[in-house]
C-alpha cells in the first residue's frame, strides 16, 4: 500500500517448536513436509514461498487463537508449532495444570526474523511516531517492555 512506513517498532522471530523427546530432525523449512504441522493466523503468507510451498506436504493449519498451538504441542496432538518464541513462552503462563509444562521443546531455527513496521497515511504522524520510539529506545523504556516477555 501507498503511504509512510515507520521504523521497525518489533521484530518477530519465528521457530519450528517440537518436543526434544520427538526427536525430529527440522533443520530446513522442507523437513516439515510429511509432518504435522500448527502455525499462527496467515503463517502460510508471511512465512514466503518455500514455506508455502512446503506445507502444502504436511498436515497442517493455522489458528487465529495462538495458545490453540500450545495446547496442541504439548498433548503430542501435532509434531511441530510455527510460532515466535517470545510469544509461545508467553502463552504456556495461561496453560492450566492439564498440559505438562516440563517436557523440554526444541527451537529450530529455520526462519529469518521479521522486522515489523507500521503503515501511515500521514507523514507527520509517522514522524511523531518514529521520534516517540527513538526516545524509548534511548531511555531504556523499550528494552524494559521487551524484558518483560522474555524469550526462554
Same mark, same amino acid.
Given at each position: 500500500? $501507498?503511504?509512510?512506513?515507520?521504523? $521497525? ?8 517448536? =517440537?518436543?526434544? +523427546? ?13 509432518? $504435522? ?15 508455502? *510451498? =512446503? ?14 498451538? *500450545? ?17 509461545? $513462552?508467553?502463552? +504456556? ?14 527451537? +529450530? ?11 501511515? +497515511? *500521514? ?30
Amino acid at each position: 500500500g $501507498s503511504g509512510f512506513w515507520s521504523d $521497525s517498532h518489533i521484530s518477530y522471530h519465528n521457530y519450528a517448536i =517440537t518436543l526434544k +523427546n520427538s526427536a525430529l530432525k527440522i533443520q530446513k523449512i522442507e523437513d516439515l513436509a510429511g509432518h $504435522s504441522v500448527a502455525a499462527f493466523q496467515n503463517a502460510r503468507i508471511l512465512l514466503g514461498t518455500r514455506y508455502a *510451498n =512446503t506445507i502444502a506436504m504436511a498436515q497442517y493449519q493455522e489458528y487465529p487463537e495462538q495458545i490453540t498451538q *500450545n495446547k496442541l504441542l504439548y498433548s503430542g496432538r501435532v509434531e511441530v508449532v510455527v510460532a515466535d518464541r517470545r510469544i509461545f $513462552s508467553h502463552l +504456556n503462563q495461561q496453560l492450566g495444570a492439564a498440559f505438562n509444562l516440563q517436557q523440554e521443546l526444541q527451537f +529450530n531455527n529455520i526462519f529469518p526474523p521479521t522486522a515489523y513496521k507500521v503503515l501511515f +497515511n *500521514n507523514a507527520e504522524l509517522r514522524d511523531k511516531f518514529n521520534q516517540g520510539l527513538a526516545k524509548i529506545r534511548a531511555n531504556g523504556e523499550y528494552q524494559r517492555i521487551q524484558n518483560k516477555y522474555p524469550s526462554d
